[in-house]
């Protein structure tokens, strides 16, 4: 059974930091793709990070510079590194693992950013 935890999520104010993980419990076959997705009030859930099977990564445009993808295979968890947080990246941030079979989602952790 696989199951998807994120933490790290919290308040922070302007120009803070937080690192977010995702710790996968359970063995999964054939991952093409671990990302960082996140989901304003009234906004699309849109992709913010991922990192491939072969170690490429993409950040979305806005946060290029400031957030930094990583993975710790040996630990089966993939961290969100946020620097330079402002309110636009206030969301919750979920986790995403892509197979060849199924993906995976994790229920998810609240970032407020305050002014």
């Known amino acids: 059974q696989v199951q998807l935890v994120e933490s790290g999520g919290g308040l922070v104010q302007t120009g803070g930091s937080l690192r977010l993980s995702c710790a996968a419990s359970?063995?999964?076959?054939?991952?093409?793709?671990i990302g960082w997705y996140r989901q304003a009030p009234g906004k699309r859930r849109e992709l913010v990070a991922d990192i491939t099977s072969g170690g490429s990564t993409n950040y979305l445009d806005s946060v290029k510079g400031r957030f930094t993808i990583s993975r710790d295979n040996a630990k089966n968890t993939v961290y969100l590194q946020m620097n330079s947080l402002n309110p636009e990246d206030t969301a919750v941030y979920y986790c995403r693992v892509r197979t060849s079979w199924y993906d995976y989602w994790g229920q998810g952790t609240q970032v407020t950013v305050s002014s």
């Open positions: 359970g063995h999964i076959f054939s991952i093409n793709a």
